[in-house]
């Protein structure tokens, strides 16, 4: 079966440190992986999917496929970054995304 | 373009009644998908419409259905309530329910059971 592991529950950082959040996956098949963010009182809203290789906010995630994971990563956090971020998990060919348990980041001024 | 829009965003039930939550889409999206967010169980997924067809199921008991009208709009029911159904109802609007274009999420609703 198919699953999103972030194992971390909280995660705080200085600002201006790098920050990882970790994000794996257990699925056979080729996954569409994808990072999403809900700032306090905001709804969740997508931040990066790994097939469009782009970065967002000074975020980047790469797919490794040999570790089965999806890490996000932030050169330097800043204090906007404080939120918290949601891996997601869609297989080919469906229409539903699994989500991980989320990871809440705080970054310390 | 306007976003997903969904409402009521807030309600209160007490338990053994039934409560309807409703989700526009954004225009010319066809898929329409629900989730319930809870602090304990997080993200799941409920169910996902597609041209008024319902395509795909989460694990979640008869109590919860949907529908989806030909204007792509959807409604998610609960009937029955119980307690453990309080929880953010999110719902998302797709292109295609694909993860190529990606999902956008409404606001919710928050519904409490009381």
């Known amino acids: 079966a198919q699953r999103v592991t972030q194992p971390e529950k909280l995660l705080s950082v200085f600002k201006g440190a790098p920050v990882e959040l970790k994000c794996n996956y257990s699925y056979s098949g080729s996954p569409e992986l994808f990072w999403y963010v809900q700032y306090s009182r905001q709804r969740l809203q997508l931040l990066l999917r790994?097939?469009s290789r782009e970065s967002i906010k000074g975020f980047t995630a790469d797919l490794n496929k040999g570790e089965t994971s999806f890490h996000l990563k932030k050169p330097f956090a800043q204090e906007e970054d404080s939120a918290m971020y949601y891996c997601?998990?869609?297989?080919?060919?469906?229409?539903?995304?699994?989500f991980g348990t989320g990871t809440r980041l705080t970054v310390i001024p | 373009k306007a976003g997903v829009t969904q409402t009521p965003r807030y309600l209160i039930k007490t338990r053994g009644q039934q409560v309807t939550l409703s989700c526009s889409p954004i225009?010319?999206?066809?898929?329409v998908s629900w989730y319930q967010q809870t602090p304990g169980q997080g993200l799941q997924f409920l169910f996902e419409y597609f041209s008024e067809t319902q395509r795909n199921k989460g694990n979640f008991p008869g109590r919860f259905s949907g529908r989806q009208f030909s204007n792509s709009r959807s409604e998610m029911n609960v009937s029955t309530l119980e307690l453990g159904d309080s929880a953010l109802y999110l719902c998302?609007?797709?292109?295609?329910?694909?993860?190529?274009?990606?999902?956008?999420f409404g606001s919710g609703t928050r519904l409490t059971v009381v």
């Open positions: 998302a609007s797709s292109l295609d329910g694909t993860g190529d274009y990606g999902y956008t």
């Open positions: 225009s010319g999206h066809r898929s």
């Open positions: 997601a998990l869609a297989f080919t060919g469906a229409n539903n995304l699994f």
């Open positions: 790994h097939i």
